[in-house]
């Protein structure tokens, strides 16, 4: 199992410009999630989808927008990218909740440099 | 707002000591706390979790306390071991299965 893959692993984009960033995962994981990651920030959540053909926001979900038309891929794109967009991007799966099992699993990440 | 806080960056402990990490959060609604490993250039992998009802939970060298009444959840690594060295993040998941994060504390493992 490749378990999650995130596509691609580094990009720079100059202001302005879009790009999709691809996230696959192989478990028959229904949960599957969007992060950023900023020095001195942790992790936030970006977009989530409980489950093919759903979307929801997370606590920054502002310049992205998301699609899960497959329950394996969740893809994040960026329309018009900005500077404040520079970051490193980890895509994450996970079983439904309930008491156990709620860990995720997290792809290797993507680091994007928008100028 | 930062829901889940990590307010040491960094700690360095000897090799075979105790390596106590601490975490506190502001939602009493959260009712699932994790701990994440992390290494450079890789995505942060599953460690240890505690649900809301319990005070402890263990699992080899990693035990994770959480006091509710102060919002605080701790995770202790004993031994600790050089490869344990690794920014280490907490998570509470909140209402639709949505983690939060904390900012992470960097543990250095001396030998």
């Known amino acids: 199992n490749a378990g999650v893959t995130q596509t691609p692993k580094f990009r720079v984009l100059k202001t302005g410009q879009s790009m999709t960033l691809l996230c696959a995962q192989d478990?028959?994981?229904?949960?599957m999630y969007w992060y950023r990651q900023d020095p001195g920030m942790g992790l936030r959540l970006i977009h989530y989808?409980?489950?093919?053909?759903?979307?929801a926001k997370g606590e920054v979900p502002d310049g992205y927008n998301v699609s899960r038309l497959k329950k394996q891929n969740f893809l994040l794109g960026l329309e018009s990218a900005a500077p404040s967009q520079t970051s490193v991007y980890f895509c994450?799966?996970?079983?439904?909740?309930?008491?156990?099992?709620?860990?995720?699993?997290f792809g290797p990440g993507t680091r994007l440099t928008v100028l | 707002d930062q829901q889940v806080k990590q307010n040491s960056p960094s700690l360095s402990v000897q090799e075979g000591r105790i390596s106590i990490l601490n975490c506190d959060y502001t939602?009493?609604?959260?009712?699932?706390f994790l701990w994440y490993k992390k290494y450079p250039a890789e995505g942060p992998t599953f460690l240890i979790s505690?649900?809301?009802?319990?005070d402890k939970n263990e699992d080899g060298r990693f035990t994770v306390f959480l006091n509710k009444s102060a919002k605080h959840l701790s995770l202790h690594i004993v031994p600790s071991q050089p490869g344990d060295s690794a920014v280490y993040f907490c998570?509470?998941?909140?209402?639709?299965?949505?983690?939060?994060f904390g900012t992470g504390t960097s543990l250095t493992v001396i030998p």
């Open positions: 994450a799966s996970g079983r439904q909740g309930g008491s156990w099992g709620n860990e995720q699993f």
């Open positions: 478990m028959n994981h229904e949960y």
């Open positions: 989808s409980v489950g093919e053909g759903t979307t």
């Open positions: 939602n009493s609604m959260f009712d699932y």
């Open positions: 505690i649900s809301s009802i319990k």
């Open positions: 998570a509470a998941r909140g209402t639709g299965n949505q983690f939060y």
